[in-house]
């Protein structure tokens, strides 16, 4: 009797068994990598990348895009900071306040995108430059956060024994992605946003609440971004306008299976996020020069490039935009 695995499911069990082989061979290489501990800060570390991802679900199966999520985390965080540490506002009322601008500034780019027929990249992208503005308008700094009960909630975690504890983050990520993969599954709603993704035309012949289902799919990605910086304030006990960059682009990256197929799953999203935490703990224990920035497959290739051009006598690197820019600067004043 053969086994057979749906197609549905491919991705998620190459993306676990990519994830288990990697957690391995570093808990072979590294002696404290292969512990309990180091497996529950996979979710603590990435819990509001984790959060945004979530939220970016929704969109992906949708179709559409959002490049507003990364702004979203560093205006939240900064409001949050602002809001507890200068104006002496409680926590709880201020993550309130976060969490209700995240959902209407996700309401109002889904209401631009669907009745005015605009661009999602073009709309989210004037969102990420509008939030990262207001970011900065709040305080051009970082602002460190010593409200007690934050720092109470930054440390608060349920034990595990050998010193691991599942974070007070991990905890809220776990919630999302188990509460996220009802919906999705289970739900009338979760079958609105695949059947989006299909066609809309399709969605109106069929009778679908299109633009109710819409407006809510990009509600949810700006409330769950704006958890995510939630998390992120708790967990850096700090708010900063310029943190999360470049975040915007690692959530889609996650949900890649979902710009190939029509479908995803909550769980594989968790499991990407564990994945690429994974490989940047990996490749940092290695003292890659590459990782001081975010894990991307050009970070990744040139991480291992010193070790392949030595082995194979050629000289192969990718450049960053960054990078390119500084060359044609230095031609030009040259």
């Known amino acids: 009797m053969k086994l057979r695995v749906s197609r549905r499911y491919v991705p998620l069990l190459a993306t676990l068994f990519v994830f288990v ?13 292969f512990s309990l501990r180091v497996f529950t800060n996979l979710f603590t570390d990435n819990a509001f990348l984790g959060l945004c991802a979530v939220g970016m ?29 200068l104006a002496h506002f409680l926590p709880f009322p201020a993550i ?3 969490l209700v601008i995240g959902l209407l500034f996700g309401l109002a ?19 990420m430059f509008l939030l990262r503005g207001l970011g900065f308008v709040i305080n051009l700094n970082a602002i460190p956060v010593e409200d007690p009960l934050m720092v109470k909630l ?15 983050s991990a ?5 999302a992605v188990v509460a996220t993969a009802a919906v999705l599954g289970f739900t009338k709603f979760g079958r609105n946003v695949y059947a989006i993704g299909g066609s809309e035309l399709s969605v109106l012949l069929m009778g679908i609440p299109l633009a109710r289902t819409k407006l809510a799919i990009y509600a949810l990605s700006g409330f769950f971004s704006a958890a995510a910086g939630v998390v992120f304030t708790i967990y850096t006990l700090s708010g900063s306008a310029a943190a999360a960059m470049g975040l915007e682009l690692d959530a889609p990256i996650i949900n890649a299976q979902s710009l190939a197929a029509n479908y995803t799953n909550e769980v594989g999203v968790a499991g990407k996020v ?29 991480s291992f490039l010193p070790r392949l051009n030595g082995r194979v006598g050629t000289r192969i690197h990718f450049l960053s935009s960054q990078e390119i820019t500084l060359r044609i600067s230095r031609r030009r004043n040259s």
């Not at 999520?69 to 507890?84: E, K, P, Y």
């Not at 905890?171 to 919630?175: A, G, K, M, Q, T």
Request: glycine share 8%; aromatic share 10%; net charge positive.
């Open 21 to 33: 082989a990697i957690f391995c061979l570093g808990g072979l290489q590294y002696r404290a990598f």
């Open 109 to 127: 780019q889904g209401a631009v995108i669907h009745f005015y027929k605009a661009p999602a990249f073009i709309v989210t992208l004037a969102g």
């Open 154 to 168: 930054s440390t608060l975690g349920i034990p595990l024994g050998e010193k691991a504890s599942l974070s007070f």
């Open 57 to 85: 679900t929704f969109v992906i199966l949708s179709g559409g895009i959002d490049l507003s999520v990364g702004a979203m985390v560093a205006f939240s965080s900064t409001l949050i900071a602002s809001l507890t540490q």
């Open 96 to 98: 309130a306040l976060v």
């Open 171 to 175: 905890c809220v990520l776990i919630l």
């Open 274 to 302: 564990r994945f690429l935490k994974n490989i940047a703990d990996a490749l940092k224990k290695a003292r890659c020069p590459s990782m001081n920035r975010s894990v991307t497959p050009i970070s990744l290739w040139n």
